[in-house]
């Protein structure tokens, strides 16, 4: 009876197993974080998220990613989410033995991407940290983002009530540096300890992009703070402190104004 329970135990963990890892072939590396299997099926590696096109070190990662990858069978393992809102399965992937994302972020051809807890997420914050001090590809000149990005303009004072305009308060910070900043996760807050987290975001060399109040749509020039509060305006008018922090928790710049 023992060695029956023991017999449907391994079994069991066996399929547990197949069902988490699979191989797959691949025929094509759509950029420097997304792969094309034989069956159609797009993965998303995991963890990760290199430059897109135009932005610096594309070309770099997408060809390393083909290197490491294209025309040759892979072995995927998932975490606790199967796909992306796109449909495309998000996978860790491997090539005779080699930790292909972990590959990408210590090559400095990605980023560290951690939306959700991840089985390694440890293993990509550490070879993002040494990728970001040995200065690799997206990281060579990634220090100086403390210095690039900075106040352009702060419009505190919404026309009318504040509350009900709050979109009529905004901030628009410019990156001043020719490459491009990753801000996701940097954050913005006033001397109230209102705090406003960038999502996934990359602003361009020489470009702003404005952070209203209120609520809105997203895009690659516009983000919205839309604080849940009876009251979405931010920026007191007789004065306040917009203090911009990096991913890292450290302080870039101090932005005081009506004082």
Known sequence: MRSLVGLVFLI?????????????FVVEVVDGDTIRLENGELVRLLGINAPEKGQRFYEEAKNRLEELVKGKEV??????RDRDNYGRLLRYVYVNGTFVNLVMVKEGLAYAYIVEKLKYENDFRKAEDVARSLKLGVWSEAWDCNKCIQV??????AE???CKNPNGEFVVLKNFCRFACNLTFWSISDESKNVFVFPEFILEGERSVTIYSGCGENSERELYWCRNATCMAVWNNDGDTLFLMNAKGELVLRYSYGK
């Not at 072995?75 to 606790?80: C, S, T, Y």
């Open 12 to 24: 069991s963990l066996f399929l547990l197993c197949a069902q988490s890892h699979q191989r797959a």
């Open 75 to 80: 072995l995927m393992e998932r975490d606790a």
């Open 152 to 157: 352009a303009y702060l419009h505190w004072n």
């Open 160 to 162: 009318g009530d504040d």
